[in-house]
């Protein structure tokens, strides 16, 4: 029965060999390997192309290959990535997974902003988040259904108090900071504009940031 012959594209981003045989290290880390020489000791239509195509570290290439069963020294059945055959392409290999992103050098870190998060506005957040749940354990009436609470909206407005206010002390709009600049009392201590009873603003006011 004959095996099975698959086909993709890969840029090479290692070449290894150890004796008869030559592994090719791939974009995606998997490694696919052939045999140099064939058993009467001329080169191998692999070996042939390879050499022929002058492959090497960061080319990418099409390949077609076979799954090879193997056992290794442990006793474990393996598949092996066999290479049958080499063609160019113009192609590059599609990445089956984006790679972390390193913060550039000279980054501004002291904003709080990484990655595109704002770690400084996050935080902020969260510490409002607690403060809020501190008050709340003792403000509420402890034989009423805690449910009822979210359904009236507590909760939500509590919420949506404490995201509005981090955008806009950590996300200014442009005309909030030429107001600030030229006129900072005037948004100095204001609260977001939102629907919320007496006893919600004196929640966020309480804040101590």
Excluded at 2 to 29: F, R
Excluded at 75 to 86: C, D, M, P
């Amino acid at each position: 029965m004959e095996s099975k012959i698959y086909n993709t594209t890969i840029t090479i981003e290692g070449v290894e060999q150890k004796n008869n045989k030559l592994t090719l290290v791939a974009h995606d880390k998997k490694r696919y390997g052939f045999w140099m020489t064939k058993k009467d000791g001329s080169d191998s239509a692999p070996y042939l192309q390879f050499k022929s195509m002058d492959l090497k570290q960061g080319d990418s290439v099409f390949i077609g290959y076979v799954l090879e069963p193997y056992t290794d020294s442990r006793g474990v059945n393996r598949e092996a990535l066999k290479i049958i055959n080499f063609r160019e392409t113009s192609e590059k290999p599609t990445q089956t997974a984006s790679q972390p992103q390193t913060p550039r050098s000279g980054q501004n870190y002291a904003s709080g902003e990484v990655s595109g998060r704002n770690w400084e506005k996050e935080a902020y957040e969260k510490c409002c988040s607690i403060w809020a749940a501190a008050l709340y354990g003792g403000g509420f009436d402890s034989n009423k259904d805690p449910v009822n609470f979210i359904k009236e909206g507590y909760f939500w407005n509590t919420f949506q108090a404490i995201k509005a206010d981090g955008e806009k002390r950590f996300n200014p709009s442009p005309l909030r900071q030429a107001v600030q600049a030229h006129a900072p009392k005037v948004v100095a201590d204001e609260l977001p504009t939102i629907q919320q009873d007496e006893a919600m603003d004196s929640l966020v006011e309480s804040v101590p940031f």
